[in-house]
């Protein structure tokens, strides 16, 4: 799926989420940085338009443009249409959003 940026960060790309076949997935992002050379990800309830701030699945820290995290939930859990993969700034900018996409339903 698809990665845009926000915020006029110029961070965009992809995140890859992969069934491990044992109620959990893999989920890899690779982008364009545009500058930011460490930013928190997570998955959060909720959509890239009406996103809920509170992190569901924590992701590896995206850095140098790539992340990959295993995260213990089934593809299926996620893939409700009610979830989005969001970056963030920096840990002490977390309120401001780099690059966001819904995880598209199954």
Do not use: W
């Amino acid at each position: 799926m698809n990665l845009v940026a926000q915020n006029e960060s110029g961070v965009s790309g992809t995140a890859t989420i992969t069934d491990l076949g044992t109620g959990s997935v893999r989920v890899e992002i690779d982008v364009e940085a545009g500058g930011n050379a460490a930013m928190p990800a997570h998955i959060h309830p909720g959509t890239c338009a009406d996103l809920d701030p509170k992190p569901q699945f924590p992701l590896s820290d995206v850095e140098n443009g790539k992340s990959t995290t295993e995260v213990d939930a089934s593809l299926s859990d996620i893939q409700t249409g009610a979830f989005a993969v969001n970056l963030h700034e920096s840990t002490e900018a977390i309120e401001t959003y780099t690059a966001c996409g819904d995880i598209p339903k199954a």
